[in-house]
């Protein structure tokens, strides 16, 4: 008969091998998840079509920028930027995939947290290990939020050495208007990958939550992405100005007001309180579920 949560094995009977390779501790489990996760090929792919995206822009803006002798001036101030300056293209790659592509691969990888292991019949098994059902959902979520940062600097990276690549490098000129060092601009584009990281925080702790609502995989990726851009959408409508300033995704952009001289930090707190409110709300719901949750498969 195969053990439940709580039961310790009958006398001389070893525990299922799946069982006894779990790890007991918290930074163990930690470290097998993260392994886990980052050998599948979901995750392999998510991360190669994120860092696509950057080499697909920077090779566009250099076509245009060859057809137009440089530029031609018009279009977003990051674009037009790239052409003069490669390290431009870590910010608009990172403006680019933000509002779609990351929380998209995010929400695939969360939704999948809890949900890819009631569906393959391993969740029980992870149960039985010591660690517990909180230490494994904090497990859980260190892994979501180690991809939100993996996937970040996966597009600065990748748009780095495209930008390198395909344009000059030199002094950066800010929105502000004023000129800093290229090592000063390497950091703050560091920092921007840092607060576009932090920001997918929400999306992490609401694709958990769902991944502990049901069994199905395919379901709970499906509508952690699906709650994405439907809170895009609603972001969007100028007649939902009352709500907006408390969806998740409303300061995201806000990234930008590092390259201003002084920086402007309203926007950014903002956006950080409010994934922080996120995390702790969803990721208290997942607690909630998760603790209480019959699983049987």
């Known amino acids: 008969m195969s053990r ?3 039961q310790a094995p009958p006398a001389g009977t070893a525990p299922p091998a799946a069982a006894r390779r779990r790890p007991s501790w918290s930074a163990d489990l930690l470290r097998s998840e993260l392994g886990t996760t980052f050998r599948r090929w979901r995750t392999l792919v998510l991360l190669a079509v994120l860092a696509a995206v950057p080499v697909l822009v920077g090779v566009a803006v250099r076509i245009q920028a060859g057809r137009s002798g440089g530029g031609d001036g018009r279009g977003p101030a990051f674009l037009t930027a790239v052409a003069g300056n ?26 999948d947290a809890v949900a890819g292991e009631a569906h393959t019949g391993t969740l029980r098994y992870l149960l039985v290990a010591p660690a517990g059902r909180g230490r494994l959902l904090l497990a859980k979520f260190g892994t979501v939020v180690a991809f939100c940062l993996a996937g970040t600097l996966v597009v ?44 997918l ?5 609401l694709g958990l939550f769902v991944s502990t609502l049901t069994d199905s995989g395919v379901a709970a990726m499906a509508t952690t992405v699906g709650l994405v851009l439907t809170a895009q959408i609603l972001d969007g409508i100028p007649q939902l100005q009352a709500i907006q300033p408390y969806l998740f995704p409303h300061y995201w952009l806000s990234f930008a007001d590092l390259l201003r001289d002084p920086v402007y930090w309203d926007g950014i707190q903002r956006d950080l309180g409010l994934q922080a409110l996120y995390a702790a709300v969803f990721g208290s719901a997942a607690w909630a579920r998760f603790t209480t949750r019959d699983v049987t498969a």
């Open 201 to 205: 925080l929400g999306v992490a702790a």
């Open 4 to 6: 439940v949560e709580g």
């Open 156 to 199: 600065a990276l990748s748009a780095l050495a495209t930008g390198a690549l395909l344009f000059p490098l030199g002094d950066v000129t800010l929105l502000s208007g004023t000129s800093i060092s290229l090592g000063e601009g390497l950091l703050r584009a560091l920092a921007i990958a840092g607060v576009v990281a932090l920001s």
């Open 86 to 111: 490669g390290l431009f293209l870590v910010f608009t790659a990172l403006a680019v995939t933000l509002p779609v592509f990351l929380p998209m691969a995010v929400g695939v990888i969360a939704g």
